[in-house]
């Protein structure tokens, strides 16, 4: 069975700080990976995805299929950036079937 | 990228009572999507809803509970039956973006509808 987990509930870093966001999913077929992030009183929305290679807003996220892992990484922590993360994997090419994981609460102080 | 507009934004409903939530869509959508997000947990796909057939429902879902309604390619419904208190949670309509030149799509996820089940 699919699965996805994201071990902090909670994540709190200073400004201009690193961050990594843990992102580890279990799947037996080719996994698609997505960090969607929703800031307060937004929506829902694509932060990016592991096939796109891409980075947004400084974040990027490598796929690791050795360790099934699907870090976010921001080398500098901005304000910004606090949020809500959560991991999605799709199953297969099936479009919109997406398993989230339970999220992970940002928070960079000043 | 489609924008999604839902209601009610929020309720507050009594245990055994029904309510349908709706979701129109700028743009004509093949499918739609329906999510729940139960207070401190996931996003969980409900079902997916296409036009012109019966939608599709995840393992734990079932129709009498949740039944949908797709009459059009620009809107649908959800309604939530006979409602307890464990049916509060934080309802989502979504569909499917344009992908880029990687041929992959997203979500575009509405603003959700807030229920709470007393």
């Known amino acids: 069975a699919q699965r996805v987990t994201q071990p902090e509930k909670l994540l709190s870093v200073f400004k201009g700080a690193p961050v990594e966001l843990k992102c580890n999913y279990s799947?037996?077929?080719?996994?698609?990976l997505f960090w969607y992030v929703q800031y307060s009183r937004q929506r829902l929305q694509l932060l990016l995805r592991?096939?796109s290679r891409e980075s947004i807003k400084g974040f990027t996220a490598d796929l690791n299929k050795g360790e099934t892992s699907f870090h976010l990484k921001k080398p500098f922590a901005q304000e910004e950036d606090s949020a809500m993360y959560y991991c999605?994997?799709?199953?297969?090419?099936?479009?919109?079937?997406?398993?989230f994981g339970r999220g992970t609460q940002l928070t960079v102080w000043p | 990228s489609a924008v999604i507009s839902q209601k009610p934004s929020r309720d507050i409903c009594q245990r055994g009572t029904s309510l349908t939530i709706q979701c129109q869509v700028d743009?004509?959508?093949?499918?739609m999507f329906w999510y729940r997000q139960q207070p401190g947990q996931s996003l969980t796909l409900i079902a997916t809803?296409?036009?012109?057939?019966?939608?599709?429902?995840e393992s734990g879902f079932v129709i009498d509970k949740f039944p949908i309604s797709r009459p059009n390619l620009t809107f649908s419904t959800l309604t939530v039956s006979n409602m307890s208190p464990e049916d509060s949670s934080i309802y989502l309509c979504?569909?499917?973006?344009?992908?880029?030149?990687?041929?992959?799509?997203?979500?575009?996820f509405g603003a959700g509808s807030r229920l709470t089940v007393l």
């Open positions: 799947y037996s077929g080719s996994p698609e």
């Open positions: 592991h096939i």
């Open positions: 743009s004509q959508v093949t499918m």
């Open positions: 999605a994997l799709r199953r297969g090419s099936t479009l919109g079937r997406l398993y």
């Open positions: 809803a296409n036009q012109g057939s019966e939608a599709t429902y």
């Open positions: 979504s569909v499917g973006s344009s992908g880029d030149d990687s041929g992959a799509n997203v979500l575009t």
